[in-house]
């Protein structure tokens, strides 16, 4: 009987899995390549064959999270909304509760910020991460500034780096003091601020 082999795409999820389940529980500092090969059940040739070194597997774990986890992406529910206003504000408030739901991914995007900082692949990574998050705010802030107007010195492009900000803002809220992470009063601070009464000010 023909052993089964698992294609390329599924051994490459495999390891994957493995490594998240690793780092879950040792962060990115307990990551080796001998640990993951040993919660995959595989060979640490095996998991090089696919990963050359640590350093790709640290890259592509933090690309698949970013893809997997901490998704930006609008959904037909908020797309359905009647006005920009609440469209971006619904999609803002998926963004923020997000956060409080994924802590053991959002300590892990702490961990690779800090690596960031002397790992030029994890550094770009999150890059094109940041400016994918402002892409999907970009549309929603277009729409609704061309609803209500803009005040002056105020893009589209400058508010959605802004509300990335504030998520991020939020994910440290979450995991270091979580007693005064509270979703309701931050989205109510939101829609004060963007109130087209606080606008005309």
């Known amino acids: 009987m023909a052993r089964y082999r698992a294609s390329e795409s599924a051994r490459r999820e495999q390891i994957l899995q493995a490594a998240f389940r690793v780092a879950a529980r040792d962060r990115l500092d307990g990551l080796t390549v001998r640990r993951v090969a040993q919660e995959a059940g595989l060979s640490s040739g095996l998991v090089f064959f696919y990963f ?17 986890t901490i998704v930006m992406r609008t959904d037909e529910a908020v797309l359905s909304l009647p006005t920009a206003r609440e469209r971006f504000l619904a999609r803002l408030r998926k963004a923020v509760d997000s956060v409080g739901r ?15 900082t002397r790992h030029p692949g994890v550094r770009e990574a999150l890059r094109t991460a940041l400016a994918g998050y402002r892409e999907v705010f970009r549309p929603l802030l277009d729409e609704m500034l061309a609803e209500e107007g803009a005040p ?10 802004v509300c990335v900000s504030f998520v991020e803002g939020c994910a440290v809220q979450a995991i270091m003091d979580p007693e005064n992470f509270d979703v309701e009063s931050f989205m109510a601070c939101v829609e004060a601020l963007v109130s087209p009464s606080m606008a005309m000010a």
Do not use: C, H, I
């Not at 002056?152 to 959605?160: F, H, Y």
């Open 52 to 68: 050359k070194t640590k350093d790709a597997l640290l890259v592509a774990l933090l690309e698949w999270l970013l893809e997997r």
């Open 102 to 116: 994924e802590r053991v991914q959002v300590e892990l995007f702490f961990d690779y910020w800090v690596m960031g």
């Open 152 to 161: 002056p010195g105020v893009t589209a492009e400058s508010l959605a780096a």
